[in-house]
């Protein structure tokens, strides 16, 4: 049986989830230190001292203790609650020496394999731009796990600057439930979950907002990616997702990252998994804006193009064209204007 969310418990789910990840993020500063989580700086690193790196910890718990109060056990959730645990846990021994990639990519498609064939939660169809592609449920569930390991990668490619993933996040998982209540959708776990990982998202931003006390880690960062993937999934089923683009256009700026991040490296004839300072982010530190400025430029874009979303679900498709013209347009600029695409660009070549 699904938990119900009304306008009452809205407040109180976000508030309950926010104040545990909050107190929570204090007990992960001290465990950071005391094993020795801890980001060094170096040439990459955009922050000066120390940090310790288990915030997804407080994360992780908050949303434990959010299910535990408003969730309801099924299949499909002991698959999410199976995942992760893994996710989490790789992670956490991540954040404390760091794994090779190709280790963490294996696990990573264990969890997805958990999530797609155990807990049953795949695209039954791909409907796109009013276009539905309907393909054998075993070619389905390839890319639904494809899906749950690119997000987890995506939101973990682009943690690099305070504030960064959590406060994607937190946008995603907004405007998912703006998206729901706007069709009355609000009996659905996608919901439930939206709103624990909302508030305990926010809760460590609190933190996290530059200039960051913490950092959220591997743990916490392939946590959120791994959330978001398992929502979308979960409002294709119950159809708060309507179409493929809904997501897809939330996480335009980690998709629009990690895709270029990937191109550069093929071009530079680098490792895909090398990393380097030429991300989104880097490029607005570069045009002499502030760590804070930044991450103000990137939540402002972000929330334009949730708002696309959210137009494209109310059937308001010309306003939606125009503003993700605009976006696009913008994006573009970033590319032809700065290195993010070709290293060591000089002026006037």
């Known amino acids: 049986m699904n938990f119900v969310v009304n306008d009452h418990n809205i407040i109180e789910i976000l508030i309950v989830t926010y104040i545990v990840s909050f107190l929570l993020v204090f007990v992960s500063k001290k465990l950071a230190f005391h094993i020795g989580a801890i980001d060094i700086p170096n040439h ?90 309907i393909f054998p449920t075993i070619i389905n569930q390839l890319i639904s ?42 009996q659905g776990l996608d919901v439930v ?59 335009a700026i980690p998709i629009f990252d990690t895709a270029l991040a990937i191109l550069r490296r093929v071009i530079n004839h680098k490792k895909i998994g090398e990393p380097d300072k030429q991300h989104f982010h880097h490029q607005l530190l570069k045009m002499k804006f502030s760590p804070r400025k930044s991450i103000l430029i990137i939540y402002g874009i972000n929330i334009l193009f949730s708002a696309v979303s959210i137009f494209y679900v109310l059937g308001d498709n010309q306003v939606a064209m125009v503003i993700y013209i605009i976006l696009m347009v913008l994006l573009l600029y970033v590319v032809m204007n700065t290195d993010i695409l070709f290293e060591h660009k000089k002026k006037g070549k």
């Open 44 to 133: 990459r690193k955009v922050h000066k001292q120390p940090m310790p790196r288990l915030g997804g910890l407080a994360v992780y718990s908050a949303f434990l203790f959010g299910y535990i109060m408003y969730g309801s056990l099924t299949t499909q959730m002991l698959s999410i609650l199976i995942g992760s645990f893994i996710i989490v846990f790789l992670g956490f021994i991540d954040d404390i020496k760091p794994l090779r990639a190709k280790d963490k990519l294996l696990v990573q498609l264990i969890v997805a394999s958990i999530v797609v064939f155990y807990g049953k939660l795949y695209f039954d169809e791909l409907t796109i731009l009013g276009t539905t592609l």
């Open 145 to 186: 796990m494809f899906f749950i390991v690119g997000a987890i990668n995506a939101i973990n490619l682009i943690d690099g600057l305070d504030g960064l993933s959590s406060g994607i996040s937190s946008i995603y998982f907004a405007t998912i439930a703006i998206i729901a209540f706007i069709l009355n959708q609000k």
């Open 193 to 251: 979950l939206c709103l624990i990982m909302l508030g305990s998202t926010l809760g460590f931003l609190t933190h996290n907002f530059p200039p960051a006390k913490t950092f959220i880690g591997d743990c916490g960062s392939t946590f959120l990616g791994f959330m978001i993937a398992v929502i979308a999934l979960l409002g294709f089923k119950v159809t708060t997702i309507t179409s493929l683009v809904i997501p897809l256009i939330i996480l």
